[in-house]
């Protein structure tokens, strides 16, 4: 297992490389250029900067996040070729730079969504990501995107850029027509496309699952059980087609059994990475964000990491979302101290799995 973390990069970060490096057992980062749009090129100059930086610090980045996939080639339009070949370029210019994974979601419009950002936990005056879909009430999807910019202290979140704001209203309006099978579909597309440059490159994908895990505002969603995994790995079988397991996105409905999904995933080999986080469920499609440690969440941790050791023990992982605690402010669900503790525990989680089978 390879324990990283994710970094926005000098310019949108406020989390510096010393003090990720800092963090016991460290060994670098899943990446992500957040100023890139989806369907953009990845430039070789690009990814050279952010790398030197990286390594600069010395710290490993194998593992790159939401190359986001163009609404296009999700909703399967005649634009999609050039988008796909795009993708082909920027696949190419991260292996050139010793990228082996990539995490990416398949996600109509939205990456995950909440209802608040800093939802304070009563228990000890933390606050975290937090989802009740009864809070959605009348709000349309314009008017919860708009919220979650208002409340995200000037970050950008991953999939909420600003410019896609725009045309968010007619994206919508065209989703009415796209079924779970068209979508699918049009990943089959998708990953015929980029699959054959993920060989020769090597590069493996890993879908990330919707989150929260089940359809919301009447959109399409296929990635949020293991039925819908098992459909999107027969889409097109490679070893570069794989799941970034995400404890917490799948974890938010209790009808994942997320220990045995990691155990089906992991003895296929079509684990490319993961994020391992904790979920604390409130209610029907009610959670919030918890504190790593099984105790503190709904989320048996230390079965997940066994389920790890057993059957995909060279996986990268990372801690997601934390809480924001000890008066730390900055982007909501990606502060420094709870993902460090976080880490640690993990790997004090797993130092105790390696040595008691031994
Ligand atoms: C949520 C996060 C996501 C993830 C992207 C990958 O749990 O991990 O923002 O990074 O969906 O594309
Ligand atoms: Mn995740």
Not at 287 to 309: N, Q, V
Request: charge should be negative; hydrophobic fraction near 35%; include cysteine.
């Amino acid at each position: 297992m390879k324990m990283t973390f994710r970094w926005y990069g000098s310019d949108s970060d406020n989390i510096t490389l010393s003090q990720i490096k800092q963090i016991p057992g460290m060994t670098g980062l899943m990446g992500v250029l957040d100023y890139k749009a989806a369907g953009e090129v990845w430039t070789e100059e690009e990814i050279k900067a952010y790398m030197d930086e990286v390594h600069a610090a010395g710290l490993e980045c194998e593992v790159i996040e939401s190359v986001n996939v163009h609404e296009d080639i999700k909703m399967g339009l005649p634009t999609r070729d050039q988008y796909i070949a795009n993708y082909c370029t920027t696949i190419r210019n991260l292996a050139k730079y010793g990228v082996k994974v990539i995490v990416y979601n398949f996600m109509p419009v939205f990456d995950w969504l909440r209802t608040d950002l800093a939802r304070v936990i009563p228990e000890d005056g933390s606050n975290s990501l937090y989802f009740d879909e009864k809070e959605l009430g009348e709000m349309t999807p314009v008017d919860l995107v708009r919220n979650t910019i208002d409340n995200c202290n000037g970050f950008t979140l991953p999939g909420w850029e600003p410019e896609r704001l725009a045309e968010l209203e007619t994206t919508l309006e065209r989703y009415k027509t796209i079924t779970p099978d068209d979508l699918r579909a049009n990943y089959k597309y998708f990953l015929d496309g980029i699959i054959p440059t993920c060989e020769e490159c090597g590069v493996v994908m890993a879908c990330h699952p919707d989150d929260p895990a089940w359809p919301i505002f009447g959109l399409p969603r296929i990635a949020h059980s293991q039925e819908d995994y098992d459909k999107i790995i027969a889409l097109r079988d490679s070893p570069c087609n794989t799941v970034c397991l995400c404890t917490g996105s799948l974890g938010s409905n209790p009808d994942n059994d997320i220990p045995a999904i990691i155990r089906h995933f992991g003895e296929m080999n079509r684990i490319g990475a993961m994020h391992v986080r904790n979920v604390k469920y409130l209610g029907y499609h009610k959670f919030r964000e918890a504190a790593h440690l099984s105790s503190t969440g709904d989320l048996d941790m230390y079965a997940i990491m066994k389920a790890i050791h057993d059957t995909c023990p060279n996986t990268y992982i990372r801690p997601d979302h934390g809480r924001m605690i000890w008066n730390e402010s900055g982007r909501p669900g990606y502060g420094l101290y709870d993902r460090a503790l976080g880490a640690t525990y993990l790997n004090g989680l797993w130092e105790a799995i390696c040595k008691s089978s031994d």
